[in-house]
Each structure stands twice: as structure tokens, then as C-alpha cells.
């Protein structure tokens, strides 16, 4: 009886430490698979302001300096000029109005350009407005922002993965954590911007993306560069 005791005592031990185990499991989850979408997109407008930097410089007219970056990158990408016109028909943008002047925090805007369902749109554009109260500008703010980005990843990998709200939200966060890197490495002009146009500068590359993915072949990632260099310079 002794002995048996002792091995109900041995088991039960056995059982609450296994457990103990699981619940301390931390869950892993999968990268964003659209992160390649904002390298490439880092790549492309590193490229062009190395390419372009004295003809921008010399161009001090917004909406000159504007035609001139969307004639340029699109056409080295293939990409008919057309599209940044369709592109800002699709933020019901005039052609005298510059993509500067546009607020880029109308998140359920931008995403209604897209087959993105209420639902993910709501989602998104909630956790995007408290993003962007983050200052980013620092070592340390860009690192939390990276933290909410991934925060917001993981809500749609959790709650939309295979569907079109995942593919978009998941392109959107991916450009965005990318550019966010790239214009705090680069500061356009040198110093460092006030909040508002860092941020302002990012969200127009993210938008690009999902715009350029609306209006297809192959546009989303020379146009979403090209929307945050019209926007920093």
C-alpha cells in the first residue's frame, strides 16, 4: 500500500511538472513572409536617390520635383506613368494636388482602395493609430516601433492568416518596417525630422504598396518607393 502511494505521490508530481512545462512554452511565430517586399522596396529607393540626388536638388518646385520622381522610377521599372496618376485618382488626390499634402493616417481610406474586408480594416487602422503616437526617430523609439509592428503582425497571423486581409496587412507592415529603417539611417537633407514627417514620409511608402497592389503588374513596390520620396524631398 506504502508503494503504491508512493507512486500515485510520483506520478502526480510527474504530471503537474509536464504541466508546469507547457504552460511555460512561450508560442513562436512565423516572420512576416512579405518581408522581402520592403528590403526590395530599401533597395530601390537607395538606388534612386543615389542616382537622382543632384537632379532632385535641383528641382525646387513640389509638383515638378513629384512628375520628375514618378517619370523616372517608374519608367526604370518598367512601370507606365499612368499608374501614379491612377494611383492618386485612388486617394481621390487631384492632379494639382501633391502626395505631401495628403494625410496618410486616413488608414481606412487607403485599405478601402483594397478587397480588404471591414473587419481587417478596423483592426489595422486601430492598432496604426496608436503606432504612430510612438516617436520613432531615436535608437530606442525605433525599436519600439519595430516591437508594435511585430505586435500587429502577429494579431493578423493569429486571426486572418489565408485570407486577403493578411496578404495586405502583412505587404503594408513589411514596407513600412523597412522604410522606417531606411529613412532613420538616411535622413533626407541630413539632421532629423520632426515627428510628424518621419512618420508621414513612412506611411506614404506603406500606402504606395497597397495602392501599387491594387492597380497590379508588378507596381506596388516602385510605387510605394516612389510615394515616400515624393513625400521626404
Known sequence: MKNLINLLAIAILMFATSCQKEETTPITFPENPYNSVGEEHNQ???????????QLSNIQEP?????????????ENGIEFTNYRDGKALLQLQSTQTLAGYDFTKFEEIFGTSEMTDLGKTT?????IKLVE??????????????EIRKI????????EGTADYKLAMTYLAVLKNSAQYWTDN?????TPTKAKWWQTLLADAAGAIIGGVLGGG????????FSIAVNT
Open 44 to 54: 530601390k529607393v537607395d538606388n534612386f536617390m543615389t542616382s537622382h540626388e543632384t
Open 63 to 75: 509638383m515638378e520635383k513629384e512628375v520628375y520622381i514618378f517619370d523616372n522610377i517608374l519608367t
Open 124 to 128: 489595422i487602422s486601430n492598432a496604426l
Open 134 to 147: 510612438i516617436d520613432g526617430r531615436t535608437p530606442e523609439g525605433l525599436e519600439k516601433v519595430k516591437e
Open 153 to 160: 503582425e502577429i494579431t493578423f497571423i493569429e486571426g486572418f
Open 187 to 191: 535622413p533626407n537633407g541630413g539632421g
Open 219 to 226: 507596381t506596388a513596390v516602385p510605387l510605394a518607393a516612389g
